[in-house]
C-alpha cells in the first residue's frame, strides 16, 4: 500500500521526453540542463529525463542530469524490452531518487499492427521487463500504451499483472487524445473497482491533446481517484501536445477549496519556467493560452478597465503575481474608459491640474481608432501638445 495523504497530486513532468519528442531540432545537452533546474525549481515531484536507449546523447543527457539535479525523482523511459531497461537503469544509476518507466502497447489497433502479438504475449513481455526494472530500483512505473482505446477487460488484465510484477505505479495514456472526460474517468474508477491489487500502486494519467481535452480528460480522472498527472510545460508534445503542466497546478490552486487537493508546484516559478522552455525549444506560446499567454493577465474593454482598477477580482481569477508575472495589464484602445487614462497618466507622474481629461480623453479616442494600441509616449504627447494651445 502507498501511504500519501489522498488528496496531494502528483506532478510527473515530461517536458524533456514528451515534450522533447515534438521538437524540430533535438535540444543540446546544455539545454536539457538549464530546463531540467528550472523545472527542478517549478517543484514537480518526477521528472523524465528522457529515453536513454534512443541515442547515445540521450543516454548521457539523462546521466548527467541525473547526477546534477536535486530534488524530484528521476525518470527515464524504457519501451518494455530488457536492453532500453537496462540503459535506464545505468543512465540513472547516478540519482538521488530514480525511477524507471516502462510500456507496451494494450490496445488491440497497436497488438495487431504494431507488435503483432497478443494481449497475453504482451503482458508477458511488460512482466518481464518490470522484475527487470526492480532490479535497479523499487520505484517502476509502467503504461498501457493506447490505454484510452484499449477494452476495459484487456487494461484490468494487463494493470493487474503489471502491479504484481512489481509496479508501483501504473499509468493510463489516451495516448491519441481520443477519450472524453466522463469515458476516461469511467476508465480510472472501472481499474478502481475491478483490479484486486489496485491499491498497490499509484494511478497515473498521461493525456494527449488532439481534441483539445488533455487537461479537462486529467481533471476527470483525478477526480475519479487517479493521483499522478503527467504533463509539460507550455502544454508541448507529439502532435496537439500533452497535458499542460501549468494548467493543472493553476486549476488545483485556484479552485482548492472546491476540489480539495493540492499539488507541490511553486507557482511563481511559472512564468519564467514557461518562458526559457518556449525560448530554449523555440516553441512560441499562443497568444491567449490559459496561464501563460501574453494576454492572460491583459485588460482590453473599458469595462473590464474599470472593473478591475476597483477591484482586481472582478476580471481576474488569480493574480498575475501568483505566477510571477509582475502586473497585470491595461492595453489603451478606443474601447478605454477616460478612468483608465487618468489612472495611466497619474502612474505616469502627472496630478490631475497638469491637464485637462475630457480634451486628452477625446484625443486619446481619435489617436486611438488611427492606430489601434496607445502607448504611454503617445500619452504624453497629448499631454504635451494639449500644453500647447
Ligand atoms: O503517450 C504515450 O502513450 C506515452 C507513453 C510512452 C507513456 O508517451
Ligand atoms: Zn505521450
Known amino acids: 500500500m502507498i501511504a500519501v495523504p489522498d488528496n496531494k497530486i502528483w506532478m510527473f513532468d515530461t517536458t524533456l521526453r514528451d515534450g522533447e519528442q515534438a521538437l524540430r531540432a533535438s535540444l543540446t545537452k546544455k539545454q536539457k540542463l538549464q530546463l531540467a533546474q528550472a523545472i527542478s525549481y517549478l517543484g514537480v515531484d ?112 494487463m494493470v493487474e499483472h503489471a502491479i504484481a510484477a512489481g509496479a508501483t505505479t501504473i499509468n493510463i495514456p489516451d495516448t491519441v487524445g481520443y477519450t472524453v472526460p466522463d469515458e476516461f474517468a469511467g476508465i480510472i474508477s472501472a481499474l478502481k473497482q475491478r483490479v484486486p491489487n489496485i491499491e498497490q500502486a499509484r494511478l497515473s494519467v498521461h493525456c494527449h491533446n488532439d481534441l483539445g481535452l488533455a487537461v479537462a480528460n486529467s481533471m476527470a480522472a483525478v477526480a475519479a481517484g487517479a493521483r499522478q498527472v503527467e504533463a509539460t510545460v507550455n502544454g508541448i508534445g507529439e502532435r496537439a501536445g500533452n497535458c499542460s503542466l501549468e494548467e493543472i497546478a493553476m486549476i488545483i490552486k485556484t479552485r482548492e477549496e472546491h476540489l480539495g487537493w493540492h499539488t507541490a508546484i511553486q507557482h511563481k516559478e511559472i512564468f519564467r519556467t514557461s518562458r526559457l522552455v518556449s525560448q530554449v525549444c523555440n516553441m512560441p506560446v499562443q497568444q491567449n493560452k490559459a496561464i501563460v499567454g501574453a494576454n492572460a493577465f491583459a485588460h482590453s474593454s473599458g469595462i473590464h478597465q474599470d472593473g478591475v482598477l476597483k477591484a482586481q477580482n472582478t476580471y481576474e481569477i488569480m493574480t498575475p503575481e501568483s505566477i510571477g508575472v509582475r502586473a497585470n495589464e491595461l492595453n489603451l484602445t478606443s474601447r478605454s474608459g477616460k478612468h483608465v487614462i487618468k489612472h495611466r497618466l497619474a502612474e505616469m507622474g502627472y496630478r490631475e491640474g497638469d491637464y485637462h481629461l475630457q480634451e486628452v480623453y477625446t484625443d486619446f479616442l481619435a489617436l486611438a481608432d488611427q492606430k489601434g494600441q496607445v502607448f504611454d509616449y503617445d500619452l504624453e504627447a497629448l499631454v504635451f501638445a494639449q500644453s500647447l494651445q
Do not use: W
Open 46 to 157: 518526477i521528472m523524465e529525463l528522457g529515453f536513454p536507449a534512443s541515442s547515445p546523447g540521450d543516454f548521457d543527457a539523462v546521466a548527467e542530469i541525473a547526477r546534477t539535479v536535486k530534488g524530484p525523482i528521476m525518470c527515464a523511459l524504457a519501451r518494455a524490452v530488457p536492453a532500453d531497461v537496462r540503459a535506464c537503469g545505468e543512465a540513472l544509476s547516478g540519482a538521488e531518487k530514480s525511477r524507471i518507466h516502462t510500456f507496451i502497447a494494450s490496445s488491440p489497433l497497436h497488438l495487431q499492427y504494431k507488435l503483432r502479438k497478443t494481449l497475453e504475449q504482451a503482458t508477458e513481455q511488460a512482466v518481464n521487463c518490470i522484475e527487470l526494472a526492480r532490479q535497479y530500483t523499487d520505484d517502476v512505473e509502467f503504461s498501457c500504451e493506447d490505454a484510452g482505446r484499449t477494452p476495459i477487460e484487456d487494461l484490468c488484465y
